[in-house]
T-cell receptor, first 111, second 115 residues
Framework: GEDVEQSLFLSVREGDSSVINCTYTDSSSTYLYWYKQEPGAGLQLLTYIFSNMDMKQDQRLTVLLNKKDKHLSLRIADTQTGDSAIYFCAESMYGNTPLVFGKGTRLSVIA | GAVVSQHPSWVICKSGTSVKIECRSLDFQATTMFWYRQFPKQSLMLMATSNEGSKATYEQGVEKDKFLINHASLTLSTLTVTSAHPEDSSFYIC???????????FGPGTRLLVL
C-alpha cells in the first residue's frame, strides 16, 4: 500500500535554513503536499507540487521533488521561531482522492 | 483561501454518551469532505470520505455504526461518535474539497476527551 516516511525531529537555529525530507512509495502519486500543524490546531496547507514539476518556490519555502527517487523536501529559508510546528508531507494519486500522510516532522527553532 | 470550521473545538463527555462534531465550509461548496483522526504525536488517519447526498465510504477498520457521518448539504458534514468510550478520545479533523479543486482545506480540529 501507499506509505509516506518522514524523519520525526529537526532542530535548527533561528536564521538558519531548515530542510525537511519525505519519501513516498507510490510512484503514481500525482500531488504532493506540505502541511503545517501548530500545537492544538488543525492543518494549514503550506504548499503543494504536481509530480511533473521538479521545484516550486513560494517566498521562504522551496519544495524539491525527485520523482525518480520518490523524494520530496521542504526548505524553509531564514527559519523563525514561529516556524516551530509539525510539518506533514502528504500525497494523493488524484486530486479527488484522500491524502496519505507521513507521521510528521517536529521542527524546533532555537533562538 | 478557503475556510473550514469545526464545532465544537473541544468536548469532554462521559463514557456511553454520543458526541456530534460539525464541519462547515464557510466560503465554498464542498462536494467531498474527509474525516481524519489523529492520536497524540501521530499522523492523521483517514476515517471516511463523505460525498454530499450519498453514504460515506469508511476506511477499513472504522466502524460505520460507531462513527456516523452525515453530509446533508454542500457546506456541512457531521461526525457523530456514538456511545463514546475513553479509547475514542482523540483529535478529529475534517477537510473539505470543492468540486474539481485538488486542494483539501482542513478544519481546526475537535479534541474529544471521553471520561
Amino acid at each position: 500500500g501507499e506509505d509516506v516516511e518522514q524523519s520525526l525531529f529537526l532542530s535548527v537555529r533561528e536564521g538558519d535554513s531548515s530542510v525537511i525530507n519525505c519519501t513516498y512509495t507510490d510512484s503514481s502519486s500525482t500531488y504532493l503536499y506540505w502541511y503545517k500543524q501548530e500545537p492544538g490546531a488543525g492543518l494549514q496547507l503550506l504548499t503543494y507540487i504536481f509530480s511533473n514539476m521538479d521545484m516550486k518556490q513560494d517566498q521562504r519555502l522551496t519544495v524539491l521533488l525527485n520523482k525518480k527517487d520518490k523524494h520530496l523536501s521542504l526548505r524553509i529559508a531564514d527559519t523563525q521561531t514561529g516556524d516551530s510546528a509539525i510539518y506533514f508531507c502528504a500525497e494523493s494519486m488524484y486530486g479527488n482522492t484522500p491524502l496519505v500522510f507521513g507521521k510528521g516532522t517536529r521542527l524546533s527553532v532555537i533562538a | 483561501g478557503a475556510v473550514v470550521s469545526q464545532h465544537p473545538s473541544w468536548v469532554i463527555c462521559k463514557s456511553g454518551t454520543s458526541v456530534k462534531i460539525e464541519c462547515r465550509s464557510l466560503d465554498f461548496q464542498a462536494t467531498t469532505m474527509f474525516w481524519y483522526r489523529q492520536f497524540p504525536k501521530q499522523s492523521l488517519m483517514l476515517m471516511a470520505t463523505s460525498n454530499e447526498g450519498s453514504k460515506a465510504t469508511y476506511e477499513q477498520g472504522v466502524e460505520k455504526d460507531k462513527f456516523l457521518i452525515n453530509h446533508a448539504s454542500l457546506t456541512l458534514s457531521t461526525l457523530t461518535v456514538t456511545s463514546a468510550h475513553p479509547e475514542d478520545s482523540s483529535f478529529y479533523i475534517c477537510s473539505a474539497r470543492a468540486g474539481s479543486q485538488e486542494t483539501q482545506y482542513f478544519g481546526p480540529g475537535t479534541r474529544l476527551l471521553v471520561l
